[in-house]
């Protein structure tokens, strides 16, 4: 069974807990009051029990079965429909999982539809129950409670977010692993633009919400409090946009300083095979000379000259040296 969690509230206060979703209903025309209906991968039977019941709208009933949907609102009607994108992070995966919450709020219902383990609408449900004024508000205190969990727990994510970028900023300029650098980089990146799509709308859909506040009559405790999500969204909206600057900055960063080790190790190579052939011309011209006296001449010329040893060793001397200064000068050396 899908049902979760099931009340039906009088005043801000429990009246009954029915086991099943048509005990809910009977209830609900016997007691008056609200029902708060919290579903988790209900079947299809099931969802199409509470669009009878509550006369949901077709299309917000094919979204709640279909998931994988955008965080929004819309209004049919009387009912409002929300999708909200509910996330963790996972520190050691350094990445963000996304849940998915559906809501049908009415004048005198809520239905949640949970297709993951977060958010735990079981706190938000007994911190209203602690304080029946704000559930003696209606379904409306119900929706932006549970608004203000999903919000909440954005939190822990920027956070996350924050400490895994400070770590790659002390890893930019220190010795790491170009490779798992640049991946690194790049896959926080990428749980970074994940993350905005699910927390972007969210301005726009608290916004549309404000402004529909006096329309429908909303508390105006409910509207405070309205707001006070609505500046949550906004902070960790800017918080996640600078977190993609930094990490595009980042990954530029990166490949100009990989670009420019390669440089300077393809100039220590050149440095270094310059060095090697400057020495080896400079061996190579003694050699050369010394190398004639090694030949097999039946009359070699000035065999029998006194100086002929020490010009043969100047002459070596003379090419080394020369060379030398030569190599030197151009900076080989």
Request: glycine share 6%; charged share 25%.
């Amino acid at each position: 069974m899908a049902l979760i969690d099931n009340g039906v509230y009088v005043h801000g206060r429990r009246v009954e807990t029915p086991k099943n979703l048509d005990e809910t209903y009977r209830s609900l025309d016997a007691h008056g009051g609200i029902a708060w209906i919290g579903l988790y991968r209900p079947s299809p039977l099931e969802v199409a029990s509470v669009a009878r019941e509550f006369d949901l709208h077709p299309l917000a009933v094919e979204d709640a079965l279909s998931g994988h949907q955008r965080s929004k609102v819309e209004r049919y009607g009387d009912t409002l429909f929300a999708v909200l994108r509910p996330a963790r992070y996972r520190d050691e995966q350094e990445s963000i999982e996304f849940g998915e919450l559906h809501l049908f709020v009415g004048p005198d219902f809520v239905v949640t539809i949970r297709h993951a383990e977060s958010p735990d609408l079981a706190a938000v449900r007994r911190r209203m129950e602690a304080h029946p004024e704000l559930l003696a508000m209606g379904p409306e205190a119900v929706f932006y409670a549970i608004l203000d969990e999903v919000v909440d727990g954005y939190e822990p994510i920027v956070t996350g977010l924050l400490n895994d970028i400070d770590e790659i900023e002390d890893q930019l300029f220190g010795d790491s692993d170009d490779d798992a650098l640049s991946r690194r980089i790049y896959e926080l990146s990428r749980e970074v633009i994940n993350f905005q799509r699910a927390v972007h709308p969210l301005a726009g859909m608290l916004e549309w919400l404000r402004r529909g506040s006096e329309k429908y009559r909303i508390d105006e405790e409910l509207q405070r409090s309205l707001r006070d999500v609505l500046d949550h969204v906004i902070r960790v909206n800017e918080r996640v946009d600078s977190f993609r600057a930094i990490l595009e900055n980042a990954l530029t960063v990166h490949s100009a300083l990989v670009a420019r080790r390669q440089t300077e190790a393809g100039l220590a190579q050149n440095d270094e095979i310059k060095k090697i052939s400057s020495w080896a011309a400079i061996i190579f011209a003694p050699t050369l000379v010394g190398t004639v006296y090694g030949m097999n001449f039946e009359v070699m010329p000035e065999l029998h000259w006194a100086h002929g040893y020490p010009m043969a060793i100047g002459a070596m001397a003379a090419f080394a040296v020369a060379l030398y200064g030569v190599f030197k000068y151009k900076k080989w050396l």
